[in-house]
């Protein structure tokens, strides 16, 4: 499968998230589901009952029809499996695609899985991963193991789902049952389904479960793929490559860019390293020089001269001092200690280094953090200069905002005439030539709403917002009515609410639609 076209975000979701998914996708691909799905199942139905009405037994072809309903979910099960990956197929494609799509692991599903609880998590394993035999018994025991309840649950569900609107459908026909003749009804009823009950009530049975499994069938079929998917997604961690894809996206459009940081911080570091060697020849020159103005030590007769000097005075201070009872005197002091004191551990602080390699090491790492520094000015003016056009107009107090919101046009007042003129296409032309765009709009839309009265032959409330508009289109008999209806309503939004007005050609072009498919004259 190719993930990465995926349609529906990828997550590790809960078994009942993930039906809801299935039943989402049912949702959003309907037409193209049941249009099928009503194709091949009608004609099945009316041969079977008609086989049953030769033969004198309805029971048989409701039967085979409930058998056969495997088949019938191939049809959701392919649109969905395409339509999740964003290529619906049309209803022409899905009828070719059952003449030989699917068959391979649907005899199964007619023969003995055709009681299983869990058909509809394990039917995607045969018909969309393929495989032989084996391979698929074991994609079914790896996919099924954390599901199979909640699939064997919605089936159960399903199940009593259809039943309830066969009930549902058989109350409904009562209900329009006079009272008084309801007990008569009832024992009526009562008497057919005890006595030899005719054909127009079989076939009308018949045609309650065709109903109760048409309508839930498809939905069965999506939820039950939402659990494959979301199997699928778990062990094999699509979400996961799917963010790693985005992610190496991202860094191939930013790898030119690192290629130039890496070369700006490069460059300065060699350059470093090569100042660096003569610096230490230098100072190993200078040290081994023998420089003209060396330090002379100082001796005594370098201080004082030759000349003798008077040492008998100095002598007898000297030995005054050591008199002294303070100089040398000796005091006992005690204190506690802990018997097993640790050994002080060696000072290895002794040890020699080579000064020239500590050298070079803080200044590889201080050209590091310079580099970093530069880079980091270099990414943020990059950026300021990406993003001029939104902050720099905002800087000179000149922003695109701040013009719409002084344009004149959006208060200018819509003024339009409670009776259409004869002539719509031309004063929506004058207006549009006038210099009122809005205006040439509002009475275009104005006029629509009036044929969409009158083609869906209702009466719309005063005040008709957009959105009832286009409910209401929705009964127009003609689809290029309802397309063209719901392109006026989008482009009278554009203009009316987000000030974005249509081009000259594109104005035209709606002219000429409105002019051909409505009829007004110009």
């Not at 000349?307 to 100095?314: E, H, L, R, S, W």
């Not at 309503?489 to 051909?516: C, I, K, N």
Request: hydrophobic residues 45%; proline residues 6%.
């Amino acid at each position: 499968m190719r993930i990465d076209q995926l349609d529906v975000v990828l997550r590790a979701r809960s078994q009942w998230e993930a039906m809801e998914l299935g039943t989402a996708l049912v949702r959003r691909h309907a037409w193209a589901i049941w249009k099928p799905w009503l194709l091949v199942t009608l004609p099945v139905f009316a041969l079977l009952n008609l086989l049953g009405l030769w033969l004198d037994n309805f029971w048989l072809p409701a039967l085979v029809m409930w058998w056969l309903k495997p088949a019938f979910e191939r049809i959701p099960l392919y649109v969905i499996s395409r339509g999740a990956f964003g290529a619906v197929p049309t209803t022409a494609q899905t009828l070719r695609a059952q003449l030989r799509w699917g068959w391979r692991g649907i005899g199964a599903y007619l023969g003995w899985r055709r009681l299983s609880p869990a058909r509809s998590l394990l039917m995607p394993v045969d018909l969309l991963e393929g495989g032989d035999g084996p391979q698929r018994g074991m994609r079914r025991r790896a996919l099924g193991s954390a599901s199979y309840g909640h699939a064997t649950l919605l089936t159960s569900v399903c199940w009593h789902f259809e039943a309830m609107l066969q009930l549902a459908g058989i109350a409904l026909i009562f209900m329009f049952m006079p009272v008084e003749d309801l007990p008569e009804s009832l024992r009526a009823s009562w008497s057919l389904i005890g006595d030899e009950t005719p054909a127009w009530a079989w076939i009308g049975f018949n045609l309650l479960a065709w109903g109760a499994m048409t309508l839930i069938g498809p939905f069965y079929s999506g939820a039950g793929f939402g659990l494959y998917l979301n199997r699928r997604t778990q062990l094999e961690a699509w979400d996961v490559e799917i963010a790693f894809r985005r992610l190496r996206e991202r860094l191939a459009r930013l790898a030119p860019l690192m290629v130039l940081f890496l070369l700006v911080g490069i460059a300065p570091l060699r350059a470093q390293q090569s100042n660096a060697l003569p610096d230490s020849v230098l100072s190993n020159h200078k040290e081994t020089a023998a420089p003209s103005n060396a330090i002379v030590p100082a001796t005594p007769h370098a201080v004082f001269g030759q000349g003798d000097a008077d040492t008998d005075g100095f002598r007898q201070a000297a030995a005054r001092a050591y008199e002294d009872p303070q100089l040398g005197a000796k005091r006992t002091v005690d204190k506690w200690v802990f018997k097993e004191r640790d050994k002080p551990t060696q000072d290895n602080s002794d040890q020699t280094r080579d000064p020239s390699f500590m050298t070079f090491v803080s200044q590889v790492l201080a050209l590091i953090g310079e580099s970093i520094l530069w880079i980091v000015l270099a990414a943020l003016l990059i950026v300021l200069a990406l993003t001029a056009r939104w902050w720099l107009p905002w800087l000179r107090g000149s922003g695109r905002r701040t013009r719409e919101a002084q344009t004149p046009v959006q208060h200018d007042a819509l003024l339009v005439p409670e009776v259409l003129p004869p002539d719509i296409l031309g004063s929506a032309r004058r207006l549009w030539r006038e210099g009122k765009p809005r205006h040439a709009l509002a009475l275009l839309y104005r006029a629509s709403v009036e044929v969409l009265g009158q083609r869906a032959d209702i009466v719309l409330p005063p005040g008709a917002t957009e959105a009832q508009c286009l409910r209401a289109s929705r009964r127009m008999p003609q689809e290029s009515d309802r397309t063209l209806f719901a392109r006026m309503v989008r482009t009278w939004q554009y203009a009316a609410y987000a000030g974005r007005l249509p081009s000259e050609d594109e104005f035209e072009a709606l002219m000429g639609e409105l002019h051909r498919q409505y009829g007004w004259r110009t």
